[in-house]
Each structure stands twice: as structure tokens, then as C-alpha cells.
């Protein structure tokens, strides 16, 4: 008996089974269907949030994240915030890299009042946008001259691609 034959046998016998116990068999058939669409659906957001680059990055083969690690009592951890000082010495001082961009995302409170939400923002550096093949939909990016100490002026770029409230659901 050969691998196909066997194959054959048992097909036919699973589809007998199945016959025979119709409710069993649909239970089957949604638990599968709901696992796989599951998994299907948890693949399509780890490969966008991990695996790809972001949108309209400009090379993405060279661009790279560099995390500052800092040692307390021991243990390593990821500085989440650090001194705009230091992004100048990175910036100024490193010569492996052709470009860098200070960049630091959390939320805050947007409005006045009762109009006021909690939205995601983030504060980069004027040669973050030149990592983008994004142009402005109106006005323009801020320039070196605004994002330097202390002669800078406070801006804001605003984005309707992913910012909103953060109470509010699809």
C-alpha cells in the first residue's frame, strides 16, 4: 500500500465520520476557521508593526534606530527620555551616520476645557521629516534655525493620519 492509497483510506473515513456527526463536524469547522483568522489577522499587524519599515521612509535598507541604554543599581534599561544635549552630541560629534533625528513619542492632554483629549504626540528634531518622502499637506516642516536652543520658537506639526483622541473606537 502505497503513501497515496493510504491517504485515500483515510480521507474517506474522516468524511464519514464527519457525515455521521454533523454538529461535531461544525464545530470543527468554526473553531478552525475562527484560529485561523486569528492568526491571520495577529500576522498582518506584527509583520506592520515589526517586521516592516514605516510608510514612505526614504531608504529604508539604512535607516537605523540607536537606543540610549543607561545602568541603574544594575540593571540596563532603555532611557525612554533624554536630554536634548545629548541628541546634539550624537548629532554633531558621530561620524558613522549620515543623518540623525531626535524623536520622542507619549500622550498629552490637546485642547482647552471639557474640548480637551489625550492624544498621542511626539517630539522630534527639524531633520526628522527628511528621513520621510512626506511633503506637507499645508504650511511647511520646521527648519534647523526653529529646533535650536535657545533662539528656537515653539511649532507644531499636525497629522490626520493617525492622530485622534485616544478615547474614541473604530
Do not use: C, W
Request: overall charge positive.
Amino acid at each position: 500500500m502505497n503513501v497515496l492509497d493510504a491517504f485515500r483510506q483515510d480521507l474517506r473515513y474522516t468524511l464519514r465520520s464527519l457525515r455521521a456527526k454533523p454538529g461535531f463536524a461544525g464545530a470543527v469547522i468554526v473553531t478552525l476557521a475562527l484560529g485561523i483568522g486569528a492568526n491571520a489577522a495577529m500576522f498582518g499587524i506584527v509583520d506592520r508593526m515589526l517586521f516592516r519599515p514605516p510608510s514612505m521612509l526614504r531608504d529604508p535598507a539604512t535607516t537605523h534606530r540607536v537606543y540610549v541604554y543607561e545602568t541603574h543599581r544594575g540593571q540596563a534599561d532603555v532611557d525612554s527620555y533624554y536630554q536634548y544635549a545629548r541628541y546634539r552630541d550624537l548629532s554633531s560629534l558621530t561620524t558613522s551616520f549620515s543623518a540623525v533625528a531626535g524623536y520622542k513619542q507619549g500622550t498629552m492632554a490637546i485642547g482647552v476645557g471639557d474640548a480637551a483629549r489625550e492624544m498621542t504626540v511626539a517630539a522630534v528634531s527639524a531633520s526628522f521629516f527628511g528621513f520621510f518622502d512626506a511633503p506637507p499637506a499645508l504650511g511647511r516642516y520646521f527648519t534647523v534655525a526653529e529646533d535650536s536652543i535657545p533662539d528656537g520658537q515653539p511649532v507644531a506639526v499636525l497629522s490626520i493620519g493617525r492622530a485622534r483622541p485616544r478615547d474614541q473606537s473604530d
